[in-house]
């Protein structure tokens, strides 16, 4: 295992500046999950990371020893880097059975053994029924073991992981993350591993970045990105959906009629942005008109759905902002809620910011390999 | 970088040839065959007389047989795609065929039956209404549009995939009659009728085998021939060559525009990506059955039947006229094509150049297919150059050569070489594209994979690029050198003299009216080449491993 370090990467292709100036730091035998939407890079920086694309400017280290620097004009091709990867349509060589797709590399740089070693692996991923088939012949999730079990074999020094579960449907999707998590570990191998699905990254992530137009927002534990998340699109992209305009002066926060009091003075006074998850609402039950909740938020429920075990709210207040809301109990559609909000789990930037405007996503979706 | 090199071959190959031959219109003395600075008085001749009134038939062919072909790509990708009918396969196989047959060989197989004292005169079934009509616009537009239809039935046939499905379930859905429905798919499927319609149109101006056969027989002159005639007979006027060529292309550059506009409005509701299950299939049942197999039947016998039938019989015929007794029954004509020299040269002659310059036309479309999966200004010139070049008439760039080698710095007109040069310049836009798909995919993903996964440059030689490409190469290999081994246009304005390629044989027989002769020769060759198709994919197959052969199939689910 080995550690990687990325300092001021950038990659242009033609106009679309696909990496802006990147710094990254893996430990050895880490588990880092990159995510962020279509276009923002993160696919660019994985195919950097396995020497498929040179960068532009900015360097590339691994351990002590620099693999990509255009400044010094040093580069190490893929295939002396000592890399496995699982590809997102698995690329599996058609013309070659299981066994075969998993031990071309070791005969190739001539492991004694290759057979039994490649057989091991294609055990460890429960495939050893199939080793003798073509790729055609297997299902999507066995070829995605497949090419598991190929990046594997090699004992690489860093693993790769270009959004490999997004061809498959749920269920299998979710089996196959605890499979790579438990055999990532077994194998004790750094690893990098880039999605644009927020469960999937919290779910493996030892260490989460996310990133969005080419840029890496944030690099954390993935605790400290969701509890503390460095701007609005990252509060945004790690579930904090609702969102809702404000204003800070010392401690208090007030939104819309109603007033908070804050644990301490918010780092920034004066219009702020609030971004809010669901377990930051309190849903108190039916606006009664002049009762005491008069002087709280009030809130039409849009939508009320049972999820794991109770109710999850979408719901608007009067200015059209929305939120969404968790409850142990049933309120009708078109019902107008009482609402408190927890100070102390609100996410407060200041409104010039200009990350928030990035919000619509989709609109900034690039073509070509950018993703 | 590879790029230049390649780029510097297209320049010898086709840019050169075509520019030195297509100037010349308005340079008459640019070479030193004419005289005069620039004039457009080339382009007055080819607006008058005998010039203009080939380029209006070629028109009116085209425009006819480009209808006939899409109605009847329209039905066969019906019958294919939509119906359960039973012999699908068989009307792939026959598109298939028909894409590969030479066109003057169809012409011809007609020619035999039909003509003054042909099969069907000899047989006393002489139909003079039907002899007049053939030997005439009708036959020059049936018989294109026979050999064409494959070519808007490829075109057709996808599309009818694309929009089959979730898009016809939601129609029936919200409430659409079967009126509306049709209506609707029509409007979905007119992309892919006016791209075959251009394909077709394009095919058909551009021809020369019919032109050079039936088209001169019948006096209904064609654009292709009227220049092939310019150029060869008395009196020569290459500046009048050249600015009918001129306006040849500026006809099927209308086509490819006009199919290009409607491309462009189609993908913007791009309704054809994305996954889309197969429609139903319409049971064919009672009359429409019937129908349809009456249609196909047809159509299979009109377009390939008759024409292979009546050349089969003719090499079998004493003298074409004498009857269809069994004293008019001989063997003399295999006997002398087996063993006149006369007759075993030309194929010999053929042969030998179909496989080297097939083989060099590989090569290079190889190269060439990976420099157009790559990005980059030069890969995209080029793909645009090699898309002109298909679109061209092979007449026009085979005369191109005449002009370009026919200097005292490169004296090569009347050689081999310079044959052998136009047949791989003629072989490379289109196999090249044929290339295209696998070597990108293999370029892509799978050589990636293994690069990531550290193996080496020959390493990825040997377990990936050779085992996925073998077949991909073998096939475009079989189609180069067989489509040269029957290659007309080219053969025809640049042979060396007293070395005719086969197809000059064969053409040069039937003028001379020695029809039984022309006849075995052609059924000999198509056996012979046949049979060594068959022969070199079947060692290849039987030689590679079971793996290779799965090069094609899809490499990833999801």
Known sequence: ?371 | MAGLPLAALIGLLLVFPLASFLLVAFWPGLFGQGSGGFSLGAFRQALTGYAVQALGDSLVTGVATGALAVATGLFLSWLTQRTTFAARRAIDVLVWLLLLAPSYLLAIGWQMLLQRGGLLWQSGLDIGWLRDAFFGPVGVIVVLATKHFSFAYLAIAPSWRGIGGELEDAARVHGMGTRRRAALISRLLLPALVAGFAVVFAESIGDFGVAATLGATANFPLATYAIYQALYSNPLNFPLAAASSWLLIALTAVAVLLQARVNARAERYAVLTGRNRMARRVRLEGGTRVLAWVGVSVLAMVSLGVPVLATVATSFTKVLGNGLGAANLTLANYDEVLHAHSMITPFLYSGGLAVAAGTIAVVLSLALASLLGRKGGLARAIDLLLLGTMAMPGLVLAAGYIFAYNQSFAPLYGTSFLLGMAYVGGALPSISRVLLGPVTQVNRNLHEAARVHSVGGLGRLRHVTIPLLVLPLLYAWLLAASGIMFELPASELLYPPGQQPLAVALIWHVQNFDFGLSTALEVSAVFVVTGAVLLVRGLVLGLTPKGWRLAEAPSAGG
Not at chain 1, 78 to 89: D, H, I, N
Not at chain 1, 269 to 278: K, T
Not at chain 1, 283 to 304: F, Q
């Open chain 1, 1 to 371: 295992m080995k550690s990687i370090t990325i300092e001021a990467a950038v990659k242009r292709f033609g106009t679309v500046q696909a990496l802006a100036g990147i710094d990254l730091h893996v430990k050895a035998g880490e588990f880092v999950v990159l995510l962020g939407p279509s276009g923002s890079g993160k696919t660019t920086l994985l195919r950097v990371l396995a020497g498929l694309e040179r960068l532009d400017g900015g360097r590339l280290v691994v351990d002590d020893v620099v693999v990509d620097d255009p400044g010094q004009a040093v580069f190490v091709p893929a295939e002396k880097r000592k890399l496995g990867m699982v590809f997102q349509e698995y690329a599996l060589w058609p013309h070659l059975d299981v066994l075969s797709n998993v031990g071309l590399a070791l005969r190739q740089n001539r492991v004694s053994r290759w057979r039994e070693r490649a057989l091991a692996v294609l055990e460890s991923v429960g495939l050893s029924e199939q080793v003798d088939r073509y790729p055609h012949q297997l299902s999507g999730g066995q070829q995605q073991r497949v090419a598991l079990a190929r990046a594997l074999a090699g004992r690489p020094d860093i693993l790769l992981f270009d959004e490999p579960l997004s061809n498959l449907d749920a269920k299998l999707r979710e089996e196959l993350r605890l499979e790579i998590a438990g055999l990532v570990e077994q194998h004790g191998t750094t690893a990098v591993y880039i999605t644009h699905d927020q469960e999937e990254a919290f779910f493996l992530a030892a260490r989460l970045g996310v990133m969005h137009r080419g840029r890496l927002l944030q690099y954390d534990r993935p605790e400290n990105v969701y509890l503390r998340p460095a701007t609005p699109f990252v509060a945004d992209f790690t579930g904090a959906s609702g969102r809702l305009r404000g204003e800070v002066r010392g401690d208090v926060l007030q939104v819309g009629a109603t007033e908070l009091r804050l644990d301490r003075p918010a780092a920034s006074q004066g219009a702020v942005e609030v971004n809010v998850r669901p377990d930051a609402v309190a849903l108190r039950g039916a606006a009664v008109d002049g009762g005491p909740a008069a002087t709280g938020l009030e809130a039409t429920v849009v939508h009320c759905a049972f999820s794991v075990g109770r109710y999850h709210y979408w719901l608007r207040l009067s200015t059209g902002e929305r939120l969404e809301a968790y409850a142990p109990e049933r309120f009708e559609e078109g019902l107008r809620v009482s609402i408190e909000l927890v100070p102390d789990k609100l996410m407060l930037f200041a409104s010039e910011g200009s990350d928030h405007h990035a919000l619509d996503r989709g609109v900034d979706d690039v073509p070509g390999r950018v993703g």
